[in-house]
């Protein structure tokens, strides 16, 4: 068993950490306090990044992220910059027992989806001038950007303008593919080769309240990740030569609380069979995730990225535990199509997950050593 030299590597991770309290300051004084301009919010941005590049690094990542330090949310803050999209704010509610809970945003596509500018070039363009400022070998910057299923599952086809789409298929899937084809050639003109596409959705529709929250929008629970499969392979089919492209399915992950549990059984074959992706970052964090038996659909020149390591509480995994359960998971998928990292990001959302920053090193450290006992 080898180390990969392509990503997704042996030990890798989903892209977000925890934003330093002088960029959640700052945040605060542009967007809030509007005390100083977009340029000097950057330049603070810029120090983050170049800090969290050197932290990434030095644990020995080799896929590096700029920790999405220039986002307040995943998804919105890309989505919005796509033509034809309007998005809304979401809203926290406070749950009976104190915690709280994030309201998904309404999405709304009110017009023709189309690419009207580079969306991440001059974030990844800054990312990759830093991780080559470490003159080290091996690095891949990453660039994370949220799954076009986004702007179907929220809203369904009340979502969807009818005047702009009377029938989605086969034009809106089309449009939207080729809006994300033209960002993806953006990146990958720009020196990128690791792209990943976070998607909540084929997660949610592992979870029986999702799945009837669907039935109720008009929606076949077992017919939709199909057609996901479907629409993300027409992105695919956009992907540039040499291009990673990545999909993490995430089951929620505000301030260290979650949205959907369930077995990944209803979405696997769809999943990692039927979608021509080149990997799959799954949340195996704890039993919410269920078994796994559904890896028994992964084809050959795919590679799950098992998310072992919860990124929501301090709490530390073992080395022991974690090659137990990778011993587990290649009962039904050829260890080497299988890799290590966390289970999400540390920080989806700017507010970040109830954890300490310390115990956010502690837990890349024990994936990457993890990954280097268990496949060199």
Same mark, same amino acid.
């Given at each position: 068993?080898?180390?990969?030299?392509?990503?997704?590597?042996?030990?890798?991770?989903?892209?977000?950490?925890?934003?330093?309290?002088?960029?959640?300051?700052?945040?605060?004084?542009?967007?809030?306090?509007?005390?100083?301009?977009?340029?000097?919010?950057?330049?603070?941005?810029?120090?983050?990044?170049?800090?969290?590049?050197?932290?990434?690094?030095?644990?020995?990542?080799?896929?590096?992220?700029?920790?999405?330090?220039?986002?307040?949310?995943?998804?919105?803050?890309?989505?919005?910059?796509?033509?034809?999209?309007?998005?809304?704010?979401?809203?926290?509610?406070?749950? !009976?027992?104190?915690?709280?809970?994030?309201?998904?945003?309404?999405?709304?596509?009110?017009?023709?989806?189309?690419?009207?500018?580079?969306?991440?070039?001059?974030?990844?363009?800054?990312?990759?001038?830093?991780?080559?400022?470490?003159?080290?070998?091996?690095?891949?910057?990453?660039?994370?950007?949220?799954?076009?299923?986004?702007?179907?599952?929220?809203?369904?086809?009340?979502?969807?303008?009818?005047?702009?789409?009377?029938?989605?298929?086969?034009?809106?899937?089309?449009?939207?593919?080729?809006?994300?084809?033209?960002?993806?050639?953006?990146?990958?003109?720009?020196?990128?080769?690791?792209?990943?596409?976070?998607?909540?959705?084929?997660?949610?529709?592992?979870?029986?309240?999702?799945?009837?929250?669907?039935?109720?929008?008009?929606?076949? !629970?077992?017919?939709?990740?199909?057609?996901?499969?479907?629409?993300?392979?027409?992105?695919?089919?956009?992907?540039?030569?040499?291009?990673?492209?990545?999909?993490?399915?995430?089951?929620?992950?505000?301030?260290?609380?979650?949205?959907?549990?369930?077995?990944?059984?209803?979405?696997?074959?769809?999943?990692?069979?039927?979608?021509?992706?080149?990997?799959?970052?799954?949340?195996?964090?704890?039993?919410?995730?269920?078994?796994?038996?559904?890896?028994?659909?992964?084809?050959?020149?795919?590679?799950?990225?098992?998310?072992?390591?919860?990124?929501?509480?301090?709490?530390?995994?073992?080395?022991?535990?974690?090659?137990?359960?990778?011993?587990?998971?290649?009962?039904?998928?050829?260890?080497?199509?299988?890799?290590?990292? !966390?289970?999400?990001?540390?920080?989806?959302?700017?507010?970040?997950?109830?954890?300490?920053?310390?115990?956010?090193?502690?837990?890349?450290?024990?994936?990457?050593?993890?990954?280097?006992?268990?496949?060199?």
């Amino acid at each position: 068993m080898t180390a990969r030299t392509t990503p997704p590597f042996r030990a890798d991770h989903v892209g977000s950490f925890l934003r330093p309290k002088y960029l959640l300051d700052a945040r605060e004084q542009f967007f809030v306090k509007k005390e100083i301009t977009a340029e000097q919010l950057r330049a603070v941005e810029d120090k983050a990044i170049t800090e969290i590049v050197k932290f990434q690094q030095d644990i020995g990542l080799q896929s590096i992220t700029d920790g999405e330090f220039r986002r307040t949310y995943f998804h919105i803050d890309f989505l919005d910059q796509l033509g034809g999209v309007k998005t809304d704010i979401p809203v926290t509610i406070k749950k !009976p027992d104190g915690t709280e809970e994030l309201a998904p945003p309404a999405m709304r596509v009110v017009d023709k989806v189309r690419h009207v500018k580079d969306i991440q070039r001059a974030d990844f363009e800054f990312l990759k001038r830093q991780v080559a400022s470490f003159g080290k070998e091996g690095l891949s910057p990453k660039v994370t950007i949220p799954s076009p299923t986004m702007l179907h599952f929220r809203g369904g086809r009340a979502g969807i303008s009818k005047v702009a789409y009377p029938e989605l298929d086969p034009e809106f899937y089309d449009d939207v593919a080729k809006a994300y084809g033209e960002e993806l050639m953006s990146l990958y003109n720009a020196g990128c080769r690791y792209v990943q596409m976070d998607d909540t959705n084929m997660a949610y529709l592992c979870d029986e309240k999702m799945r009837e929250a669907a039935r109720q929008r008009g929606d076949d !629970p077992n017919e939709l990740p199909h057609r996901y499969a479907t629409f993300i392979n027409k992105v695919v089919a956009r992907k540039p030569p040499g291009m990673t492209l990545a999909m993490h399915l995430c089951r929620g992950n505000f301030k260290s609380t979650h949205a959907a549990v369930g077995n990944y059984e209803p979405v696997a074959e769809a999943l990692l069979s039927e979608m021509k992706l080149d990997a799959f970052f799954m949340e195996y964090d704890d039993e919410r995730s269920g078994d796994f038996r559904p890896l028994r659909f992964l084809t050959k020149g795919k590679v799950v990225v098992l998310g072992l390591v919860t990124t929501k509480f301090d709490q530390m995994e073992t080395k022991d535990a974690l090659k137990r359960r990778i011993d587990e998971a290649a009962q039904y998928a050829p260890l080497d199509q299988l890799a290590l990292s !966390p289970q999400c990001g540390f920080s989806s959302t700017v507010h970040g997950n109830n954890i300490a920053v310390e115990a956010q090193r502690n837990k890349l450290r024990l994936v990457v050593e993890t990954a280097a006992e268990v496949w060199g």
